[in-house]
């Protein structure tokens, strides 16, 4: 971890009645001897942006050999970086740092935001760039991984290693370059920029609390800003660079801050472009590695294990059926209908039991896997292959009796597998089973969870505003907790002497992507301490007893949503996911609850 701070003094520049003066050096100069890259200008119409044209340059080094993938840098508002009577002169700083191997030999990308072109003359175009640069999603990521970056790729050999990729901008362009590292770091993995716009013009604001909490990436991030830049209706980009850095720094990031007295312009940034990349690009090719845990008041520390990562789950150490390894192999009309068809649950003798690909099977603590109920014999008409029925929530007693929602049918498997039919003619999309018997369950349909009391016929017990995928208990089984994947929230519920729903609270508050106000919230899972572990787009986000988010686990291999949640293992220190079709574990240092235990938490820190 570095940061440095260069804070000026509070109203200096105004007592002098003049900012300070940033002359650019002589790294931003042509110098005599030094080989000269090549510049050429494309255009290109988009896929992911549907009817945006928009300009980009290729910057190639003099020492570039098709021989070597070549590292690779992307600025956005690339006519402003490219001009070599700029401030930026990026063509002439990269000529002389890679001359002197202050930095690899790199191709530059430099792109222009899209715009749609207007019908005709008397109607105006429509301009791309915040759209493009100040959103969250990661759909600018896709746009360079799914479009640009093959098509230079097509001409010149560029690295796939993320440690060997660089993206840069100002403003808006520089909360993109952050953006898209953020969300692909397995593809990139050193960020530049310059008075970024970690504001709310369209919820970037939001980014300071996501890096404290957001399981680290290995990321290296070069931040700049001035003390009399923006101070609007969207924020204040001088406080907000400064947060961003905090939290980088509190996270455990290899970041640095270099703080002016400049406005809203490149006048600093363009003086320093040439100290910024060789203090990104220094130690080249020295990868990249995730921050170590901060163990100042960092809630990750408590629930991650620094040595532990996912790793898959494989029957009996045999290669998975094709289904499961390769679920983009699977007939199209499974392809649709078996990530839907998915569930986990964990027994009482720490078996783990998952639904998927038209079976039930269990793992067995020692690895070993055997087939609990086979569907596929009984296949749709018309469609061989395809079961009639699937498997979607699981849940465990502390008998060790295994419930299943299957089809419109909640079932249990005893010994030697044997079916028992519980409830029929029921819509279950996710059920839990409480110490008493009772099992509670999803109806997605009907926005409602219902209640079958031990020998009874099912019974409404709370109804919703809104939808409800995903139930389990909390810790102490006082609760029922209830996700809607529509919305930023889990529903707690408390449990009535007569087994009904009460006192209903939108408690948990989730975290969510700008581009849709929904979550995706499916599987959820608890730990001794209370804690809420739930899958969402943006990974497992863990909300403490009052209901906040404190941590979001990084999903195996980047697979979201994810099906199933759970933990099991000998110690229950073991979470269990399941990604599209495929079974993942990692050790946490937190213990889940145990089938049939309930376990009173200890007191919340307010």
């Known amino acids: 971890m570095l940061i440095l701070l260069l804070l000026l003094a509070p109203g200096l520049a105004s007592a002098q009645g003049a900012q300070e003066e940033y002359p650019l050096g002589p790294d931003s100069s042509r110098q005599a001897g030094v080989p000269r890259g090549q510049v050429t200008r494309y255009t290109w119409t988009s ?39 700029g401030r930026s002169r990026a063509p002439i700083v990269f000529d002389n740092l890679i001359a002197k191997h202050d930095m690899p030999v790199t191709i530059g990308i430099f792109i222009n935001p899209g715009v749609l072109k207007a019908p005709s003359p008397d109607q105006q175009d429509r301009f791309n760039r915040s759209f493009e640069y100040d959103g969250m999603s990661d759909r600018y990521a896709r746009f360079l991984l799914e479009e640009i970056i093959p098509e230079v790729a097509q001409h010149y050999n560029l690295s796939t290693n993320p440690d060997d990729r660089a993206i840069a901008g100002l403003s808006s362009g520089g909360i993109c370059a952050f953006t898209v590292a953020w969300n692909r770091p397995d593809a990139f993995h050193r960020v530049l920029s310059f008075i970024g716009s970690f504001t709310d013009l369209r919820g970037g604001d939001v980014y300071p609390n996501l890096i404290r909490k957001t399981e680290p990436k290995p990321l290296r991030v070069f931040l700049q800003d001035g003390n009399h830049d923006l101070n609007i209706y969207a924020g204040d980009w001088w406080m907000a660079n400064q947060s961003m850095a905090s939290a980088l720094q509190f996270a455990g990031y290899d970041v640095k801050f270099v703080a002016g007295d400049k406005d809203h312009d490149m006048d600093q940034g363009g003086a320093i472009l040439p100290d910024a990349l060789r203090w990104l690009w220094r130690d080249y090719p020295q990868p990249i590695a995730k921050p170590a845990p901060n163990h100042g008041g960092d809630k990750r520390t408590a629930i991650l294990d620094p040595a532990s990562e996912w790793e898959p789950v494989l029957p009996d150490g045999a290669p998975p059926p094709y289904w499961i390894d390769r679920p983009s192999a699977m007939p199209p009309e499974w392809q649709s209908w078996a990530p839907q068809a998915s569930a986990l649950a964990v027994g009482v003798n720490d078996d783990v039991f998952y639904g998927t690909g038209g079976r039930i099977s269990k793992v067995s603590p020692d690895g070993r896997t055997s087939l609990v109920r086979d569907y596929t014999a009984e296949h749709k008409p018309g469609l061989v292959g395809v079961p009639l029925r699937s498997a979607r929530g699981l849940a465990v007693d502390g008998n060790g009796l295994l419930y299943a929602c299957e089809g419109d049918q909640i079932v249990t498997y005893g010994p030697k597998s044997r079916r028992r039919l519980i409830a029929d003619k029921v819509q279950c999309q996710d059920l839990v089973v409480a110490r008493s018997g009772g099992v509670y369950f999803t109806d997605p349909g009907g926005r409602s969870v219902w209640h079958i009391a031990p020998g009874a016929v099912p019974r409404k017990a709370a109804e919703f505003i809104g939808h409800v995928n995903g139930i389990t208990l909390s810790a102490d089984e006082s609760l029922v907790l209830v996700d809607d994947p529509e919305l930023r929230w889990v529903w707690s519920l408390s449990i ?102 309930a376990v009173k938490p200890p007191v919340p820190q307010l």
């Open 47 to 85: 896929r992911v942006f549907p009817g945006t044209t928009r300009d980009y340059w290729i910057y190639v080094p003099a020492q570039y050999s098709p021989e070597k993938p070549a590292c690779v840098m992307i600025f956005q508002d690339g006519d402003g970086f490219i001009k070599e009577d």
């Open 496 to 597: 009535l002497p007569d087994g009904s729903l009460g006192n209903m609270e939108p408690f948990y508050h989730l975290e969510a992507r700008d581009a849709w106000s929904k979550t995706n919230a499916s599987s959820m899972t608890v730990d001794i301490m209370g804690y809420l572990y739930i899958a969402t787009d943006l990974g497992i986000q863990v909300c403490d007893q009052p209901g906040r988010v404190v941590a979001v686990i990084d999903p195996p291999e980047g697979q979201v949503p994810l099906a199933g949640l759970v933990f099991g293992g000998p110690d229950h220190q073991e979470l269990y996911a399941l990604a599209g079709a495929r079974l993942y574990k990692r050790h946490l240092l937190r213990k889940g609850t145990t089938p049939g235990i």
